[in-house]
């Protein structure tokens, strides 16, 4: 055995562990959280602790063989959107047909790959008594959909664990609601979910294993209900637990629940939810196309060298080394997917790049804790953003359209809450042509998932927009390929 002590911002303390063990599994084990968004795979560089006397280590390819002293690195705190905005329909409540306690309530929640949000309902009244929300800890074992997917396939218990990492999470966040309303468990009775296709498999135990291979046939995309007795929830046993409906293996719940809250301004407009797979929607009046694009982990932080998610310390906007923000106010810690493409913009903008992404030397952005971007950084944000445009440019041909014709292309999520439309439009992730009607709507999928619980004709609307969906695959699409090719250099398009 040998002897590990933990110097933290929070705590010291010291424990014994077994010799040559992984570091990573050692500081787990022991309820320590280490970002590790290539779950584990000695890929990404982010899981960095340091180790006295030796320096920087990646926990998940270091195995402690003497005493240890490991200084952790500091707590980030994730700013998560969660609240209504203009963009988004707010239901009148009607109460529900029947209910099993004297003062129950709903749940609505929304599972995303990278945070989770938790809307508490009084389902006499209608009205929301609580918004909770966390990193989704299933993060520990990769940042993206793919990586967990992976896990479940390498590991003979990996889905048993991630489901049960996400029902801990959520019967946490319950109990603290029923302890601080008095409540008893029964009271919970409803609780409906949205998320992205394999976030909802995860929840309900099923394989998502086919979600990752061709022909990309998940196990089920429809409305799926459950017992609260089998649900895993400490929840009414005789309430029920309702994942929302998904379209195909990429385009999930949280866009088909997205898509049914936008208030009904405009009959044609674009829905881009820019995560590590940019799942878009054109809606056309009474058609929808949707499609799925794996802009990878860039847009998150994963696939940057000084890259981190939208948490405190990352820099989220950037017009010149004078001129920046930080989340939380702080000293820069790294680099969010809204700062890189503002760094990009501006070095395009004072010729530090050309339009085919060339960089000499790497970029310093903030010296003192050696933040900088690198060619490579450059080359993965050509990439995501090629794929994120040459998937609104494959939507387009499918339905005919041209820009001309679009009125407004919504943002939903974190990252289009943060992202400065004018970067996004110099470095060619957004058209140009759309650059004046490009509006952040927030966690539509989680408001709109809140109405299911206000009002079951709300259903209605869900199944729907899943009807009047044509998805596109773009992995055996020509078309996407061509334009993945024509749109990787840096220019404003359309
Ligand atoms: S390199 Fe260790 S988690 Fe990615």
Same mark, same amino acid.
């Given at each position: ?28 084990? =022991? ?6 968004p ?9 899981? #960095?602790?340091? !180790?006295?006397g ?19 690195p ?20 009607? $109460?529900?047909?029947?209910?099993l306690?004297? @003062? $129950? ?18 389902l ?24 967990? /997917?992976?896990?479940?396939? +390498? ?14 999470a ?7 609601f ?14 409906i ?21 061709? $022909? ?8 799926? @209900? ?10 009414n046993? =005789?309430?029920?637990?309702i ?6 293996? *990429?385009?999930?719940?949280? %866009?088909?629940?997205?898509?049914? %809250? ?11 939810d ?27 932080g994963?696939?940057i ?5 939208a948490? &405190?310390?990352?820099?989220? *906007?950037?017009?010149?080394? +004078?001129d920046? @923000? ?8 790294? !680099? ?22 060339? #960089?000499?030397? $790497? ?6 804790? @050696? ?8 080359? +993965? ?10 998937? /609104? ?8 359209? &041209? ?6 292309? *919504?943002?939903a ?15 060619g ?13 927030g ?8 109405? *299911? ?10 199944? =729907? ?6 998805y ?23």
């Amino acid at each position: 055995m040998i002897n590990v002590r933990i110097v933290s911002p929070d705590e010291s303390v010291s424990f014994p562990a077994e010799k040559g063990r992984r570091l990573l599994d050692i500081l787990r084990e =022991r309820g320590f959280d280490i970002y590790t968004p290539c779950g584990g795979r000695g890929r990404c560089g982010k899981c #960095l602790v340091s !180790i006295r006397g030796t320096g920087n280590v990646l926990s998940c390819s270091y195995y402690p063989d003497r005493d240890i002293e490991v200084t952790l690195p500091e707590k980030r705190v994730a700013d998560i959107l969660v609240s209504q905005t203009e963009f988004l329909e707010d239901c009148t409540f009607s $109460p529900p047909s029947s209910l099993l306690s004297a @003062r $129950p309530y709903g749940v609505a929640i929304d599972i995303g790959t990278t945070t989770v949000a938790m809307y508490f309902m009084n389902l006499l009244t209608g009205s929301l008594e609580k918004i909770a929300s966390f990193l989704n800890p299933q993060g520990i074992h990769g940042a993206d959909v793919i990586s967990r /997917i992976t896990y479940c396939q +390498e590991h003979e218990n990996g889905l048993g664990e991630l489901q049960q990492i996400i029902i801990n999470a959520i019967n946490n966040e319950l109990e603290l609601f029923l302890q601080q309303k008095d409540l008893q468990s029964g009271s919970i009775e409803r609780v409906i979910v949205s998320g992205n296709t394999t976030m909802l498999h995860l929840l309900l135990g099923e394989d998502p294993v086919p979600i990752a291979l061709a $022909p990309f046939r998940p196990r089920f995309t429809g409305k799926q @209900r459950t017992e609260g007795s089998s649900s895993g929830l400490n929840i009414n046993p =005789r309430g029920e637990l309702i994942t929302l409906p998904c379209i195909s293996a *990429y385009v999930g719940a949280d %866009v088909v629940s997205g898509l049914a %809250v936008i208030k009904p301004v405009h009959r044609k407009y674009l829905f881009i939810d820019i995560g590590t797979n940019g799942e878009m929607a054109l809606v056309d009046g009474n058609r929808i196309y949707a499609c799925a694009t794996a802009a990878g982990p860039a847009f998150e932080g994963g696939s940057i060298s000084c890259g981190m998610a939208a948490v &405190n310390g990352a820099v989220s *906007y950037f017009a010149g080394p +004078e001129d920046y @923000r930080v989340i939380g106010n702080t000293e820069p810690a790294g !680099i969010c997917g809204s700062g890189i493409v503002d760094i990009v913009a501006y070095l395009l903008n004072n010729n530090i790049i050309d339009s085919t992404g060339l #960089l000499k030397s $790497p970029f310093v952005v903030y010296p003192f804790n @050696r933040i900088q971007v690198t060619q490579q950084d450059i080359r +993965e944000i050509q990439l995501a953003k090629s794929a994120i445009y040459s998937g /609104i440019k494959v939507l387009l041909k499918s339905s005919g359209m &041209n820009f001309e014709d679009i009125s407004a292309l *919504y943002l939903a999520g974190g990252f289009g809450n943060y992202i400065n439309t004018g970067s996004a439009v110099r470095t060619g992730l957004l058209p140009s042509g759309l650059g004046n009607r490009i509006y952040a709507i927030g966690n539509s999928a989680g408001i709109g998932t809140l109405q *299911y619980l206000k009002s079951e004709d709300f259903a209605e609307k869900l199944d =729907r927009i899943v009807s009047v969906t044509e998805y596109i695959e773009l992995s055996d699409s020509d078309d996407f390929i061509t334009e993945f090719v024509m749109n990787m250099d840096f220019r404003e398009n359309g």
